[in-house]
């Protein structure tokens, strides 16, 4: 169980983000046209996963706009960007946005992704969605760079992320 914060409140997650150096667990989640993707889709390329709570919170919202900016410069890889959201809603934000360099992904079916990563949280009023968490997978499959943000409402640190890529 990791514990983070919520407007300096603690929060708790089901579990640990995967370690460094490890196969990334495998996954099964729905894109914004319902289709079924699952991390082998991926295969040969780097994968960042944006993990967080809710695309209609404007941290998150941030996170989004600004992978989207730096996914268009990064050679053979894919930004995920994954929460809890029903596709629609993420459909709905990336056509009013300009959302083009991502790919929005949602766990609302079964929550296995979030349960597998370990972000699920336990408690608090964002009980049952992802702790907002980047996880950086090269195109081997191993985990090779992970950051869950200590306080819900600050923003990934974006450099050392596109460090871990480049």
């Given at each position: 169980?990791?514990?983070v914060?919520?407007?300096?409140?603690?929060?708790?997650?089901?579990?640990?983000?995967?370690?460094?150096?490890?196969?990334?667990?495998?996954?099964?989640?729905?894109?914004?046209?319902?289709?079924?993707k699952?991390?082998?889709?991926?295969?040969?390329?780097?994968?960042?996963?944006?993990?967080f709570?809710?695309?209609?919170?404007?941290?998150?919202?941030?996170?989004v706009?600004?992978?989207?900016?730096?996914?268009?410069?990064?050679?053979?890889?894919?930004?995920?960007?994954?929460?809890?959201?029903?596709?629609?809603a993420?459909?709905r934000?990336?056509?009013?946005e300009?959302?083009?360099?991502?790919?929005?992904?949602?766990?609302?079916?079964?929550?296995?992704?979030?349960?597998?990563?370990?972000?699920?949280?336990?408690?608090?009023?964002l009980?049952?969605?992802?702790?907002?968490s980047?996880?950086?997978?090269?195109?081997?499959?191993?985990?090779?760079?992970?950051?869950q943000?200590?306080?819900?409402?600050?923003?990934?640190?974006?450099?050392?992320?596109?460090?871990?890529?480049?």
């Open positions: 169980m990791a514990t914060t919520l407007k300096n409140n603690p929060i708790h997650t089901i579990g640990e983000l995967p370690s460094k150096n490890t196969s990334a667990p495998d996954f099964t989640l729905v894109g914004t046209d319902l289709s079924e699952t991390l082998s889709n991926y295969k040969g390329k780097k994968v960042i996963l944006n993990i709570p809710s695309i209609d919170t404007p941290t998150c919202a941030t996170s706009r600004h992978f989207n900016q730096d996914a268009a410069k990064l050679d053979n890889t894919v930004v995920l960007c994954i929460s809890r959201d029903l596709p629609f993420q459909g934000f990336c056509g009013a300009g959302i083009e360099n991502v790919e929005m992904l949602s766990d609302f079916r079964e929550g296995k992704f979030g349960n597998d990563y370990g972000i699920i949280f336990t408690d608090g009023p009980q049952g969605l992802l702790s907002r980047i996880v950086i997978i090269d195109e081997q499959g191993k985990v090779i760079y992970t950051q943000v200590a306080e819900t409402t600050e923003e990934p640190n974006y450099e050392e992320a596109l460090k871990a890529v480049l």
